[in-house]
């Protein structure tokens, strides 16, 4: 049990004892209102956490509607706690980071998107060591909670290995987006395995249609895409400390075990029958556009595979539930030990100068009200076990919760734990390469021998 649900929960909720900065009508959702939020755990945080008089600066990649989300989460906080909290966020987050690091003038919490980076600032002594309370709530409260943990945790200035991040918000990439209407009149199930992921995308061959959309196309950032699917292989043909040794460097990336992950890949990216154009068509669409062909009259492909962001590019006015629908990207049944791995991505929130004002923030993004008062408005996931699922605002947000918590392996995004000359680089522009027509074993050597330079 967490130390937040050891915190006393007796006592009525009590506006003006929170701390008099914010009236009912500041907050999204009343305190002590709506019985599904666990306002009694906010209670207990405010009885604990007296911040008055304290300032709080916080930085983060969230703009737009994303930052109008966090900050209603931070009112919550200022409420509870007294403290004030200015949030930047937005574009350039992590150049404001780096630069703030060096000038000694960092945020006091930095949300950093990127364990690859929050790795480096912890070996050279940037961020704080947030200690055993905080890990306990992402290894007991969170699903596949030790690989949460794993994640989070990087060897410090003296190479001692120490938590140095609280997972907040995250995204699911392990789905495949379909239309529950195109399944229904075609007689099509959802497939539970790889195996039948496999037999639906032949019958569909077998009658006339095309299985699938894929795009590669993203401008500067072109073939990311294709990194998810071989990362969505890799943990489907392989174990997942396979994965870890792949993302590190311990496993070279023309290993027999990734060019097999890449061709696992190429099995439909390079099929004229199974992917709508063809290769061509993957390697010129756009993967802001790929998702289209789902709702033509008749349908261009039946399946789309890509993350829980990837709603926002659908057409205007569809309901989710009934227009568009996901399911767990399979794994196979052969290899049904190994559970249910996902691959996803998260945002890191991390202390980069210490005080009692940002140990507090951090203790109440650990708390279930601050992922509810997000996942009850818009565009949020977690894989707090703790929170009222009952809060997600449509059917397919809560499927992809129930997705997320029923992983027994969370591995995040390869690409985005690997050096940026290879996550960013070589791994993007090979996959083009590799779905243009040049080898798994050509293009693997290639991007081996750059990450060889590296070392």
């Known amino acids: 049990m967490s130390i937040f649900r ?4 007796g006592a009525p909720l009590c506006l003006a004892l929170l701390s008099g900065l914010a009236a009912a009508h500041d907050l999204v959702f009343p305190p002590g209102e709506d019985a599904r939020f666990h306002w009694a755990a906010y209670e207990a945080f405010a009885a604990t956490h007296d ?3 304290q300032h709080l600066s916080v930085d983060g990649p969230w703009g737009g509607i994303d930052k109008q989300m966090f900050e209603s989460v931070i009112a919550y906080f200022e409420a509870a706690t007294g403290a004030e909290v200015a949030y930047a966020g937005g574009d350039g987050f992590e150049q404001r980071l780096l630069v703030g690091v060096e000038a000694g003038a960092p945020p006091d919490v930095a949300i950093i998107p990127q364990p690859g980076l929050a790795a480096e600032l912890a070996r050279r002594g940037h961020l704080a060591p947030l200690g055993a309370a905080i890990g306990a709530v992402m290894r007991d409260d969170y699903a596949a909670g030790q690989s949460w943990l794993d994640i989070a945790t990087f060897a ?5 290995p120490a938590l140095y991040g609280l997972f907040y918000r995250v995204d699911l990439k392990s789905l495949v987006w379909y239309v529950p209407g195109n399944f229904t009149d075609a007689g099509y199930a959802v497939p539970r395995t790889f195996e039948e992921l496999q037999a639906l995308s032949d019958r569909i061959v077998d009658e006339g249609g095309t299985p699938w959309c894929i795009g590669l196309g993203s401008g500067p950032a072109t073939g990311w895409p294709a990194t998810d699917w071989v990362e969505e292989m890799m943990l489907r043909l392989h174990p997942p400390q396979d994965y870890d040794r792949w993302t590190r460097g311990a496993l070279p990336f023309d290993d027999p075990k990734v060019i097999a992950a890449i061709e696992g890949f190429g099995t439909i990216a390079r ?6 154009g063809g290769p061509e068509g993957v390697a010129a669409t756009d993967f802001r556009d790929s998702p289209r062909g789902l709702f033509t009259l008749p349908p261009r492909c039946y399946m789309h595979r890509q993350a829980s962001f990837i709603p926002s590019f659908f057409p205007a006015g569809l309901k989710p539930g009934r227009d ?3 399911f767990y990207f399979p794994a196979f049944s052969a290899f049904s030990g190994r559970g249910q791995p996902v691959l996803g991505s998260g945002t890191l929130a991390t202390i980069t100068r210490d ?3 940002a140990r507090g923030f951090l203790d109440f993004l650990a708390t279930p009200i601050a992922h509810e008062i997000w ?7 977690t894989p707090h076990r703790g929170v009222n699922h009952d809060l997600y605002g449509d059917p397919v947000q809560e499927r992809l919760s129930e997705i997320l918590l029923g992983a027994t392996t969370f591995r995040f995004d390869g690409s985005d734990l690997m050096p940026g000359a290879i996550g960013a680089g070589a791994f993007w522009t090979g996959m083009i390469d590799y779905v243009g027509g040049a080898s798994a074993k050509v293009v693997a050597a290639r991007i ?3 990450w060889d330079t590296l070392e």
Request: no cysteine; charged share 20%.
């Open 6 to 9: 050891k915190a006393v929960l």
């Open 51 to 53: 911040l008055r008089g």
């Open 156 to 160: 410090g200035p003296d190479g001692a």
């Open 271 to 276: 099929s004229a029958e199974q992917v709508v």
């Open 324 to 326: 568009f629908d996901a």
């Open 355 to 357: 005080s009692p004002a």
């Open 375 to 381: 996942m009850a408005q818009s565009g949020f996931l």
């Open 448 to 450: 081996r021998q750059v």
